[in-house]
């Protein structure tokens, strides 16, 4: 009798140690999932602030006026090629 008894005893403590462990194991397991939430969100967050600067930067009426103080100017009819025949296989040398 004496013998069921530690062992049950043994059997209680070691489960007790085990249980511990295996919660300080999912709380550090939640812990860092939470951490990798946050820094998705963050991710989501810069991608968004950024789409917006590049929309904002890529304006035609805000690049315009910087393209005409370098002197650029709009293409004209004379700078498009028209009807260049393209021939298939041929091999310049």
Known sequence: ???????????ALASAFL????????????????????AVAQARSDIAVL???????TRPERIEPLAR?????????KQFARDIPIVVGAVNN
């Open 19 to 38: 249980l511990y462990g295996l919660n300080y194991d999912t709380r550090q397991l939640e812990a860092r999932v939470q951490q990798e939430e946050l």
């Open 69 to 77: 103080a370098q002197g650029l100017a709009a293409a004209t009819d």
């Open 1 to 11: 009798m004496r013998f069921i008894t530690s062992t049950s005893v043994f059997l």
């Open 51 to 57: 789409k917006a600067e590049r929309a904002h930067l």
